[in-house]
């Protein structure tokens, strides 16, 4: 049920515990306030909520969890609580008198002549100015259907049995009965002040709109003009801000415009379902109605057309759902039943109202109240890849012969929605117990689909062109391929394998195994129980098969064809993760309005996780998750409780080490502080908060480049050369790994520079001997080169120079001494410091061996 408050370009609308802020001009959800009980917020049921009339920028908000909380909706802040004790069914708060909010608060099981409805003054005002008394009881009754004070604040209206006036007086002590003034209008439902004038409009059960004009004097006696157009109870009044046209709605889904004075009325129908609740914008543009489907619609008051629709989670008559919860592969949403005689897609993640389906056409314009019977969805099953969708619905009204329809659906990409496409009447001569699509069917095989009966058979139906010759040759449909059945048992439930090569049914306590495509069983497996088997599942892409019934769970290995393990557990829904081997079972509690989870692995009958909740489960399913997350041993399940709320629930793998990215991500680790910065808080984090990503950042590149620069000094001091004729080179890979780094992460070129050039050119060291054989081979050209190879590279390490120094010494090198003399015949000898005299005939030699020009090639 919607209370529904309009203000700027935002509308409030409870839902639940929580309070959703809405934009008019998009309809979508901008905000959530109160949205767990942990954080401040409420733990039940919202009931009202109301503008602070001091401070348009908060809200106040009342819940049956005995608070009223006054918030900051702009910021999201809880700014101050007051408890009641009490469950608060109504709130008002009166426009000049704001420091006081009017109550309904409901005692359970009160013994006080069994008055559990309290009509209070509960002060809310500011902290500096304290009342003798925060509450004053203005009445005690049996029953409260509606309260309302008027715009000056001088008169209070109460729908009780009857409608009680009271002129509000000043005081703390309780108000007395004979202040009230008990007005001749009986069965009041919804009551309603008008703003411009002393007149109260009133709502009963059965549809009668009641005026009625009091002045001071005669509040005892009031002038009642009555009127009906409603069949049923009104279920909301609102009065148009001039005062001169009244609003109402009921069970019809019309809107009435209601004109007091002339009694024209003015009629907008086909709204979609029962109306709830009434509000409209400060400017007078729009018209909101609260639909008893769990949607809001926005009317254009000018062209009278509904502008936007917010639609929530929507309920149906029956409780827990028939169907379940299925997840749709293709999108992965939750389907489940809405109202009767259709399915709705729910988005969990965004908590957003995806697609409706209606699969049985029912006129929604007709009362809850009347005993009409509608068809509702037994079943819902899908295509592993999301083409098609089966469903079941059924109607029986136990005066009528029941009707069964087996409808198959088939995903159009145009109008991204399913269309149907074949419709079976009487599939089976009893009730259809489970309907399963073979998995392998999304693999380019034929589609394949099993349904079990009450009827003792289970059929086999198939996607098929060969219709007969009353169908075109090129039409196709879906029809009846085979039929199987065992002992006469009746099979409760069905499966495939992962694969879809086995067909997995259920008849009492067996377990029969077949070939879906050679219509012939192959093995049959006796549970170690008696019990019969009410939930059969293959668990994901394993070897393992899951069969529970009332008392008892039992896995088999279907390589062994033997009991895997067994738990003794009384299971109310389970569900399989169809990515993983994991089984979660829920146990409710009904008398203690509880639940116990227990998650299990196929492999092991050790529970892997336990919860306990304080709200009973109606169904439970797995929600299909990321690879990622898969590897990451983490679950995501989504439950539907009691309370007709969605509910996600993670199980997290805690054996399993987050890697180094996931730390940085999820802050388990914090970056090294430098030398100037301090671990107390500091002003500029208030400011800018820890900046922790940055200093990640900064981290992990002060950290590459200390590695960086390690390496290069490490590849300087032991890097292995190898020397080919006499040159030194470096191997290219040790090159490429030292400049492989990033550029942000190098050091600067002064500081590489020595250490690169040390890797690039080897530093020379050779002992006397080598040089000696070397020095024999040399000639003249083999002199320069031998001068560019004895350049020695300058060496980064202080130990490597003074192996230098040691090492090489300045020696005579005979052989090199002999070969100089012969070529220029010295007179001195070579002793240290050599003296060389020219040879007085060098240049007659010099010019015999000229040549003759005429002799040169040219």
Not at 177 to 196: A, D, E, T
């Amino acid at each position: 049920m919607f209370e529904l408050v309009f203000v700027f370009r935002y509308l409030f609308a409870c839902t639940g515990s929580s309070i959703k802020i809405y934009s008019v001009a998009t309809g979508a959800a901008l905000k959530v306030l109160s949205k767990t009980g942990s954080t401040g917020g409420h733990t039940k049921l919202v009931t009202n909520v109301a503008l602070n009339p001091k401070n348009p920028m908060q809200l106040y908000s009342a819940s049956l969890d005995g608070t009223i909380k006054l918030w900051d909706y702009n910021d999201d802040v809880l700014l101050k609580t007051f408890h009641v004790r009490q469950a608060v069914e109504h709130m008002v708060i009166c426009p000049n008198n704001p420091d006081y909010a009017y109550l309904v608060t409901k005692v359970e099981n009160n013994v006080l002549n069994g008055k559990n409805y309290t009509i209070c003054r509960y002060y809310i005002g500011s902290d500096e100015i304290q009342p003798n008394k925060k509450r004053r009881v203005i009445l005690r009754s049996q029953d409260c259907f509606a309260i309302d004070v008027s715009s000056d604040g001088k008169y209070l209206a109460i729908a009780s049995r009857s409608v009680l006036f009271w002129q509000v007086t000043n005081g703390d002590e309780d108000v007395p009965w004979s202040q009230f003034q008990v007005w001749p209008v009986h069965n009041p439902r919804k009551l309603k002040f008008s703003p411009m004038k002393n007149c109260l409009a009133v709502g009963n059960d059965v549809g009668e709109l009641l005026v009625c004009y009091f002045t001071p004097d005669n509040s005892g006696k009031p002038r009642v003009s009555s009127t009906q157009w409603h069949h049923t109870e009104i279920r909301a009044i609102h009065f148009m801000a001039d005062g001169i046209y009244v609003l109402t709605g009921g069970d019809e889904a019309v809107l009435v415009f209601w004109q007091l004075e002339t009694g024209f009325k003015q009629f907008l129908p086909r709204l979609g379902g029962e109306i709830n609740s009434i509000s409209v914008s400060p400017d007078h543009k729009y018209y909101c109605v609260g639909l008893a489907d769990n949607s809001i619609r926005l009317i254009n008051s000018i062209t009278l057309k509904i502008d936007q629709v917010i639609q929530g989670l929507q309920y149906g008559n029956n409780s827990p759902p028939l169907a379940g919860l299925v997840v749709e592969p293709r999108n992965r949403n939750i389907v489940l039943n809405g109202v009767d005689g259709s399915i709705q897609f729910y988005n969990p993640t965004s908590d957003a109202h995806v697609a409706e389906v209606e699969v049985v056409p029912v006129s929604r314009n007709q009362s809850t109240d009347n005993k009409f019977v509608r068809a509702n969805v037994q079943q819902t099953a899908f295509l592993a890849n999301g083409e098609w969708m089966a469903t079941v619905d059924k109607h029986d009204d136990l005066v009528n012969t029941p009707e069964q329809h087996l409808k198959f659906w088939r995903w159009d990409p145009d109008t991204q929605s399913y269309a149907l496409h074949t419709r079976v009447d009487k599939p089976h001569a009893g009730k259809i117990t489970s309907v399963t699509f073979n998995p392998a069917s999304s693999r380019g095989g034929r589609p394949m689909a099993i349904t079990t009966s009450d009827d003792k058979t289970f059929k086999v139906w198939h996607f098929t062109s060969n219709l007969g010759t009353a169908y075109d040759n090129d039409e196709e449909a879906w029809t009846c391929r085979s039929i199987g059945l065992y002992r006469r048992d009746i099979p409760e439930a069905a499966s495939f394998s992962a694969d879809g090569s086995i067909l997995a049914v259920a008849f009492g306590s067996l377990i029969t195994l077949w070939d879906p495509y050679e219509n012939c069983i192959g093995q049959v497996l006796a549970q170690p129980c008696e019990e019969s088997i009410n939930t059969l599942r293959f668990v994901g892409d394993s070897p393992y098969l899951l069969a529970a019934s009332e008392n008892h769970i039992t896995v088999w290995n279907m390589l062994t064809c033997t009991v895997w393990w067994s738990y003794k557990i009384k299971a109310s829904h389970i569900a399989v993760d169809t990515l993983s081997t994991r089984i979660a079972v829920v146990c409710n509690n009904e008398k203690h309005k509880e639940a116990l989870f227990v998650l299990f692995d196929a492999k092991s009958a050790a529970p892997l996780a336990l919860r306990h909740a304080s709200q009973i489960c109606n169904a439970l399913t797995f929600i299909p998750r990321p690879i990622k997350d898969i590897t990451k041993g983490r679950s995501d399940m989504i439950c539907l409780t009691d309370k007709l709320a969605l509910e996600i629930i993670s199980v997290v793998d805690t054996s399993i080490k987050p890697s180094l990215q996931e730390k940085d991500t999820i802050n388990t680790t914090e970056a090294p502080l430098s030398a100037g910065e301090s671990t107390d808080k500091r002003m500029l984090d208030d400011i800018f908060g820890k900046r922790s990503q940055e200093r990640n950042e900064k981290a992990e590149e002060e950290k590459l480049r200390t590695q960086t620069a390690a390496k290069l000094r490490e590849q300087a001091m032991q890097k292995e050369t190898m020397t080919v004729d006499g040159r030194a080179t470096t191997n290219e890979e040790d090159q490429g790994a030292v400049l492989g780094a990033p550029s942000h992460a190098l050091p600067s070129v002064e500081a590489v520079f020595d250490t690169f050039m040390g890797s690039l050119m080897k530093l020379r060291i050779s002992d006397t001997s080598k040089n000696k054989e070397d020095a024999m081979d040399i000639d003249e050209e083999g002199e320069e080169e031998n001068d560019e190879n004895n350049n020695i590279a300058s060496s980064p390490s202080s130990d490597t120079q003074e192996h230098l120094s040691e090492s090489f010494t300045l020696e005579e090198l005979p052989s090199l001494n002999a070969y100089f003399a012969e070529l220029i015949k010295p007179k001195g000898t070579f002793n240290g410091t050599t003296t060389l005299q020219q040879d007085p005939v060098s240049s007659d030699t010099d010019d015999s061996d000229e040549e003759d020009p005429s002799e040169i090639d040219w």
